[in-house]
C-alpha cells in the first residue's frame, strides 16, 4: 500500500501537533495542583516560565532540525508507506517518552517539588513541538509529491543505478523536486553546482545519469537544490537523462563520454563542443 509523500507529512504534522497540545495540557495541569498544594510558592511564575524558554531553547537546538530531517527523509521514500511518517526508532523512542511521562505525572500526584519538576518538562516538551511545528509550513521542506520516476539498476554493471520514468511524460513537466541534503567543501562525483558551491542533493535526482542529448534539465528550486523538467516527451520506462556541462563548470567524474547518443561529445572537457 502506497501513500503520497504529503500525506506522510500531514501524519508527522499531526503527531507533533497533537503531543505539543497534549502535552501543554498535561504540563499546565500539573502546575496548577502544585499551585494549589503550596500558592505562596514563587515557582508559580517561575515554573511555566522555565518551561517555555526550556522549550524554544530545545527547538531552536533539536526539535527544528529533527523536524526537518524527518521531512527530508519522507521526500526522499521513493514509495512511501503510511507507516513511515517518522523513522521506527523515533517511534519506539517517542513509545517510551510517553509511557516515562505518563508514570512520572501519576507519581507527582500531592508533591509539590515532583509536580513542579514534571510540569515544567512538559510544558518544555510542548513548546519545544509546538514552536518547531513552523516547518511543517515552509515551502523549503514541503516538496510536491510526485511519484513520477522509479529507480532501477541499469542494464550496463558500469552505470549503477539509473533513474527512469514511471509513466508517460509530457514536454515541460516536473519529474522531480530535489530537496538541498548539504554542502560539499568540492566538487566531487556525485555534486551539483549552485551559485559557484558544489551541494549535494536528494534522491532520486542525484542518481540521475548524463547523455550529451539529454531529455531532461535542471532549474534551480525554492529549496535550495534543483527541479528536473522534461525537455521532450518521455515514454514510460525511459531512462531520465540530463547534460552534467549543462551545470556543472567542468565535469570531473569521468573524462570520456560514452553516454551513446548520436550527438556525444566523447569529452567531458569544459569545452563544448
Ligand atoms: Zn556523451
Redesign the pocket.
Known amino acids: 500500500m502506497q501513500v503520497t509523500h504529503r500525506f506522510l507529512i500531514f501524519l508527522s504534522a499531526l503527531v507533533w501537533y497533537g503531543g505539543g497540545v497534549g502535552l501543554a495540557w498535561k504540563g499546565s495541569a500539573l502546575l496548577l495542583e502544585a499551585n494549589s498544594i503550596n500558592q505562596d510558592g514563587v515557582w508559580s511564575i517561575l515554573a511555566p516560565l522555565l518551561g517555555v524558554v526550556i522549550g524554544v531553547i530545545k527547538a531552536k537546538f533539536i526539535f527544528i532540525k529533527n523536524c526537518r530531517k524527518n521531512i527530508t527523509r519522507i521526500n526522499q521514500l521513493l514509495q512511501p508507506k503510511p507507516w513511515q511518517f517518522f523513522r521506527l526508532r523515533f517511534m519506539f523512542i517517542l513509545l517510551i517518552a510517553i509511557t516515562v511521562g505518563t508514570s512520572l505525572s501519576s507519581m507527582a500526584h500531592g508533591h509539590y517539588n515532583f509536580l513542579l519538576l514534571v510540569g515544567v518538562i512538559d510544558i518544555s516538551v510542548a513548546v519545544a513541538l509546538l514552536v518547531s511545528s513552523f516547518v511543517y509550513w515552509n515551502p523549503t521542506y514541503i516538496m510536491l509529491s510526485m511519484n513520477k520516476v522509479v529507480v532501477e539498476n541499469h542494464a550496463s554493471d558500469v552505470v549503477g543505478r539509473a533513474v527512469y520514468a514511471a509513466c508517460d511524460i509530457s514536454v515541460g513537466e516536473t519529474l522531480i523536486q530535489s530537496s538541498h541534503i548539504k554542502e560539499l567543501g568540492r566538487r566531487d562525483r556525485y555534486s551539483m553546482e549552485r551559485d559557484g558551491k558544489h551541494i549535494l542533493i536528494s534522491e532520486p535526482g542525484v542518481i540521475v545519469n548524463h547523455?550529451?542529448s539529454p531529455n531532461c534539465k535542471v532549474v534551480p528550486n525554492s529549496a535550495g537544490a534543483f527541479d528536473f523538467i522534461a525537455l521532450k516527451e518521455i515514454s514510460k520506462g525511459t531512462e531520465i537523462t540530463f547534460d552534467y556541462l549543462s551545470n556543472e563548470a567542468e565535469v570531473t567524474a569521468f573524462t570520456d563520454?560514452?553516454?551513446g547518443?548520436a550527438r556525444?561529445?566523447?569529452t567531458m572537457s569544459n569545452t563544448k563542443c
Open positions: 547523455s550529451c563520454c560514452c553516454c547518443s556525444c561529445r566523447r
